[in-house]
Structures are given as C-alpha cells and as structure tokens.
C-alpha cells in the first residue's frame, strides 16, 4: 500500500510539473552550461566529457566537449563511447527483474533456490540471503573487492566458489553495504535461470529492443567501436593517456556505451518502460526498482559538506534514491580505473541525464549532472566546482601532512630476503607470490603486480586494502603466513604460505 500511495504521489507531482514545463523552457534554461562543463574541464583536468538530457521521450540536449583522443585532437561527441562501471548495475538488476516477469525466479526467495553453486560465509546466511538482497546491498558482505583484483579477469564459476570464504561484517540486513561481488554473482544467476548468458540476455531484452546500438557487454569491446574514448589521468599536473589492464566482463561494471545510447535507457525508465510506444521494460519492476528498498544513513553528513541540501540516499535495484534539494533523484554513479559515470533521472519531473567522463573520478560527472539539474529545475544557483574543489584541496593536504608525520624510511629487514619468498594462498581471495629478484622483493596478487616494500621488522607497504601486509611467524620462528587488514569489523585476511616441495 505505501509503495502504491508513493507511485500515485510521483504521477500527481509530474502532471503538476508537466503544466508549467516544455522542452522549449528547458533548453532554455541550459543556456550557459558550456561555460560550466568546460570550467570543470579545466580545473579537475579532464579530457573529455559527453552528456545528454531527456525529457519525458524527447532528448533535448546531446553533446561532446574536449577530446576522446587528446593526443590525435579527436572530439568527444554523443556518439562517443565509453565505459559506464557501475551504472551498469541497473541493467543488471533489470535482467533480473525480467527473469522474475517470467516467473522463473522469485526474487523474495534465497538466492541458493535457483543457484545451487553460490554458497556464503555460513549455512545460516546460505539459507537466507535472496535475490534482493544482493540487489540492495544487505548480504552483511562488505565489499571484498580484492576477492577479485587480478592481472586477468577470474572465471565466472571461480568467483562464484570463492565467495563462499570472505566473512561478513554486519548481520543480513541490517546495513548497506556496497557490493560488487553480488552484483557479478547476479550475472551468474541470470545464466543460469534463463540459460542464456547475462551478455546474450543483455543484447536480446535491453541493447536491441532499446535500440542501444553503439553498446556492449565486455570491456575489450569498447575498442571496437569505430568512436571510443581513451581514458586519461593526471601526471604531474598534465594529463596522460592510459591502458586498460585486464579484460573484464561481468553484471557489476563491464558494459559500454555512449550518451546516445543511454537516453534510451533513460527515457524507457522515465515512461515506466515504454519505450517508442513499446513495453520494453516490466512496469512493475521499473517502479520497485527506483523506490527506496534499503535505508542507507541520512544526509546532511559533515563527511559530505559540499551536499547540506541532499537527504538520505536509499538503494532501489541497481540504483540511488535521494531527494535532490528537494526533488525525488534516482541516480548511481560508475567510476574505473581511467573512466566515470553518472545516469540520473528525476521520475516526477521526467527528467534523465547522463555524463560519461574518460578520467576516474565520479565528483566529475556528479558535479556536471548537478549543474544540468539545478538549471532544469530552476533552482537557486549553486557553485559546485567551488565547493568541491576546495574539499579536494583539504584532503590532499591532509594526506601530504600525514605523510609529512609518517615519512618513508628505509628499514633493514631482519631476515634474509630471501625467507620472504614464497607462495601465500587463501581460498576466498587466490594467490599472493613473492620472488628475489636483484635483491629486491617483488610481489603480485592473482598474477597481478603490487607494491611490497619493507615498513618495519614485520610489516610491508602494499598497495593493498588497508595499505599493508603482515608477516605471521610459526612457533620456530618461520614465516608461515601473510595477514592484512582489508575490511573493517572483520578479522585480518591470512594467506598461508604453501609448504616447498623438495
């Protein structure tokens, strides 16, 4: 009943809003937004950015600012594509929600019903945990992000066995926490229930009914586009092309597109899956998946100062839910590795917007979209690029200072270097390799390389979650272990060192 009431409030407030509004007075009001773009452009240092607006079924604004390729001075233009990360949760989620259309799963019911091989932490949490709670974030896994972290990606069935071993730290349900593994873990269950893979049912349900034709499912596929972008970040203040270092494809962050393609995307979720006068999208599942299903902590949230006029930030499926200075915003941002995103749309004002960025930091294309809607919605203007930059600056010299206390030293391990070879292994997160090479250690994660740099007598630096590794001694004084500290509120990760076979 009070997800109804809420649907037919959200349906009153956008006729009251479509009475006063036109796409004429829209785009009106985007005028001087290039200023605005281009501004953050030079200040955050970014190469490229694409954005499109769509009100109700009617794109009224798409464009390109900068370059896709900074070093042959190509532009970026609507047509430009782009890794969207996490923003592909939402299509995730809506595969899911399809599958549930079709009765072949409920979503209600424990995820182990349809997916015999995903097994978690306990038998307790393996009987109760559904499909919607992986969708809303509530499993009590923390993210365990480097479960997965690999110089390539780790087969589909591998993950699916390995998460059975990272602990929780909270109880099943009772907070959010993000979580990427569920997600991927998702793609599998959509195989499984439909027998078709989640890139088959991607293609089939979303990118062609939607005419999504400049999108895909797997990273290595962005380069086929005949327009992409290269993804860039900063070096001594200039900006530098990158290189993608490993091929991915998976329910959590793999898919690319462009701005054009995603205001189909937007425009189906703003017409409660209509979409050139089709239903593409379960209606049902459009209007659960963008209400609150999960309460998150409420804003306003010193950690957030730059946001006193955002409230609460709930989870639907695969997307944010929050009231944007007073307007209901569903919204998820996507950031990886040389790439960001943002897809944002304001159901009762029939409003979508999405920026895609070829640098990894999502303020940028959050920043944007901000800008975009306090114009569209006529609200008071706010300087975000002002507010954030200076948040920017007071961490960064927060972290010099910290560095400036805890400066770098060079320390003399008390063994021989070589006692710090081996293979160090735990079942949930793989395989941790260290090797002598010149005197020097050298060590990798998954076939990945990481820093390894001696800290003190025990510990090590490593570009690792929690920023460093631990030697564990046995009883005469062996290494028998390697510890570190990857997740609050759960015990140290232990990779035992595997025994050398003579």
């Known amino acids: 009943m009070r997800k109804n009431l809420f649907a037919i409030l959200c349906c009153f407030a ?17 005028s001087g937004i290039d200023a605005q773009i281009n501004r953050v452009m030079k200040d955050w240092k970014v190469a490229g950015i694409a954005v499109a607006v769509v009100y109700k079924s009617t794109v009224i604004f798409e464009k390109g600012y900068g370059y896709r390729d900074l070093e042959n001075k190509l532009p970026v233009s609507a047509h ?94 009772e907070e959010v926490q993000y979580n990427n593994l569920m997600y991927q873990s998702l793609g599998g269950l959509i195989a499984r229930v439909t027998g078709q893979s989640w890139s088959q049912q991607m293609q089939e349900l979303i990118f062609t009914p939607l005419e999504m034709t400049e999108s895909s499912t797997r990273s290595s596929d962005l380069f086929k586009n005949t327009e992409y972008s290269k993804g860039y970040f900063v070096r001594r ?22 701005v054009a393609d995603m205001s189909n995307w937007l425009v189906a979720w703003i017409n409660n ?6 239903q593409i ?10 209400i609150p299903q999960m309460s998150t902590p409420s804003r306003p949230n010193p950690a957030f100062p730059a946001y006193p006029d955002c409230y609460f930030g709930d989870v639907g499926y695969g997307w944010i839910i929050d009231s944007y200075r007073g307007h209901y915003h569903v919204q998820h941002s996507g950031d990886l590795p040389l790439y960001s995103s943002n897809t944002a749309f304001f159901p009762t004002d029939s409003i979508g917007i999405v920026v895609l960025v070829n640098k990894f930091n999502a303020t940028i294309p959050e920043m944007v979209s ?3 809607a306090d114009r ?3 609200l008071p203007k706010k300087d975000w690029n002002t507010l954030l930059l200076a948040l920017q600056k007071k961490r960064a010299a927060d972290e010099i200072r910290s560095a400036q206390l805890n400066p770098a030293i060079d320390h003399i391990m008390p063994r021989p270097l070589n006692d710090y070879t081996g293979t160090f292994t735990h079942p949930g997160y793989g395989v941790i390799k260290i090797i002598l090479s010149n005197q020097k250690l050298i060590a990798t994660h998954n076939d990945k390389p990481i820093a390894f740099l001696p800290k003190s007598s025990d510990r090590f630096k490593a570009n690792v979650p929690g920023g460093e590794l631990k030697i564990i001694s046995g009883n005469n004084g062996e290494i028998i272990a390697l510890s570190g500290s990857f997740e609050d509120d759960i015990k140290d990760i232990v990779f035992r060192k595997v025994p050398q076979t003579k």
Request: glycine share 6%; proline share 6%.
């Open 80 to 173: 430009t594509v782009f890794p969207i990360a996490s923003c592909t949760k939402a299509f995730t989620a809506m595969l899911v929600g399809m599958a549930a259309e079709k009765k072949l799963l409920d979503i209600n019911r424990p995820v182990h019903q349809y997916f015999p091989a995903l097994e978690f932490y306990t038998p307790e949490m393996t009987k109760i945990i559904t499909v919607k709670d992986m969708m809303t974030h509530r499993t009590g896994l923390p993210r365990h992000d480097w479960a997965t972290d690999a110089r390539d990606q780790i087969p589909l069935d591998t993950m699916i066995h390995r998460i059975r071993y990272p602990e929780p730290s909270k109880g099943i349900r």
């Open 273 to 278: 899956g209509r979409f050139k006068g089709k």
């Open 237 to 258: 203040d200039t900006i530098v092309a990158g290189s993608q270092d490993r091929e991915f494809e998976n329910g959590a962050g793999s898919i690319n597109a462009s």
């Open 14 to 30: 956008n006729t009251l809003f479509a009475q006063s509004t036109n796409p004429s007075v829209l785009v009106k009001r985007l």
């Open 370 to 372: 901000s800008y975009i």
């Open 281 to 290: 999208l379960p209606k049902r599942f459009v209007i659960e998946a963008s």
């Open 376 to 378: 569209l919605l006529n």
